[in-house]
């Protein structure tokens, strides 16, 4: 019974005993010579939770105090992440003066200014709008309120951008610049028109085109600088850019030709690029859509208008299908066997407005005809037989595209 009791203060003795630990956060990849000391009683079992060997134990034989050491890498120290909570801070001053209220903006982040970037935005209502310095001075508004400021730096271990609001109670000597834009690429109908604020005039401006006024007009694309003095000396200076559409207006058309005569099946497909959409258009048919419908073989136009009052005239038109030009025997043998006993031009009907003309071979007219129905049989305009030989025919559709098809015919009797 002894010897169990021993046993059963042995386990409660190993239970009982403190857990040493040590936490170590590192930014770099280091091996750490670490070690700490526990009271023993005889008969306890230490086990190591760091150094070289983790889960080690350790036999107590008498009473003391023991000491465990040795080197080990942190855990996570290879993975460690930078501190980038303060890398992107920063504050300003307010600097008021004759001219109006500027802001100063300075740089109180903790990154390592020699290895990092900056990028400034003041919005778009601030001048300058942007800037890579580390303390831009001098940032004005051309309006009051609340104004959203980014500063983004980049380090080797860091990318943060971090935003302030200020309030912007007074703007002081400012300038507004009206932009009209060109309407239509490669015109001159831009201009500018500056507006001051606040300041004390009179205002002298000064544009690097030259101009001296605060109105510039006819102008093409483009960048124009501006500079603006009141009588106290304070300056507004600026860049504005008149645009204009990237491609001219331009038009370009799918066509599905009309089938055969007076056939209303063709189709215009007007495809516009370039200029300003949306655009509206007008045929010479009346429609105003894009795409025409039904249409016999014939011209047709389109006025095309962007939004910007761009205007382009185009012409086109749909043509005759190649598969409708009449098929023309060249023989005609009108001997009653009911074979060629009279010349026969196919799809004849689809052009009632069809004339005909029949030359001998040397080159005397003896037969000629309008609305043709496929019935001449070898005669002469009187209807006296023709000779057997050679001819030569002349057929007009009379269709309004022009057409003229002219070839041999031999008459066989």
């Known amino acids: 019974m002894k010897n169990k009791y021993i046993a059963v203060l042995m386990i409660w003795s190993v239970l009982s005993m403190p857990t040493l630990s040590a936490q170590i956060t590192l930014s770099r990849s280091v091996m750490c010579s670490v070690g700490a000391t526990q009271s023993a009683t005889n008969g306890m079992i230490v086990t190591s939770t760091f150094g070289q060997c983790p889960g080690c134990t350790t036999y107590v034989s008498a009473d003391g105090t023991i000491l465990i050491q040795g080197f080990q890498q942190p855990l996570g120290s290879d993975d460690a992440q930078p501190d980038c909570a303060h890398v992107a801070d920063f504050d300003y001053d307010e600097v008021v003066s004759v001219c109006g209220t500027t802001y100063d903006f300075f740089y109180t982040g903790d990154a390592d200014v020699s290895q990092a970037s900056f990028e400034w935005n003041f919005g778009t209502d601030a001048f300058p709008q942007t800037s890579s310095l580390q303390a831009p001075v001098g940032v004005s508004f051309s309006g009051v309120g609340t104004k959203t400021v ?130 509206s258009y007008e045929w010479s048919n009346g429609e105003t859509t894009p795409t025409i419908q039904n249409l016999n073989p014939g011209a047709y136009s389109v006025v095309v208008t962007d939004n910007n009052g761009c205007v382009l005239n185009s012409n086109n038109g749909t043509e005759l299908s190649e598969a409708c030009r009449p098929l023309i025997y060249n023989i005609v043998t009108p001997n009653g066997d009911g074979m060629n006993d009279t010349w026969e031009i196919e799809d004849v009907q689809n052009f009632p407005d069809i004339s005909i003309h029949i030359y001998n071979r040397w080159g005397a007219l003896v037969f000629d005809t309008k609305g043709y129905q496929n019935d001449w049989a070898g005669t002469d305009n009187s209807g006296n037989p023709l000779l057997s030989g050679a001819y030569y025919y002349v057929v007009e559709l009379n269709d309004g595209h022009g057409i003229t098809l002219t070839g041999p015919i031999t008459l066989v009797r």
Do not use: M
């Not at 980049?154 to 951008?161: A, E, F, L, R, S």
């Not at 694309?221 to 000396?233: C, R």
């Open 150 to 279: 980014a500063l983004r730096v980049v380090t080797p271990d860091c990318d943060v951008t971090r935003t302030l609001d200020l309030t912007v109670s007074d703007i002081g000597f400012s300038v507004n610049a009206d932009i009209t834009h060109v309407g239509c690429k490669g015109e001159t109908t831009g201009s500018i028109l500056l507006q001051t604020n606040a300041g004390t005039p009179p205002f002298v401006f000064s544009w690097d085109n030259g101009a001296s006024t605060p109105a510039i007009n006819n102008l093409p694309a483009g960048n124009y600088a501006y500079t603006v003095t009141d009588s106290q000396g304070c300056l507004a200076t600026n860049q504005v850019t008149v645009e204009e559409p990237t491609d001219h207006l331009a038009v370009t058309f799918n066509i599905t030709k009309a089938s055969c005569g007076q056939s209303e099946d063709g189709v215009i497909e007007a495809i516009v690029t370039g200029g300003t959409p949306p655009y």
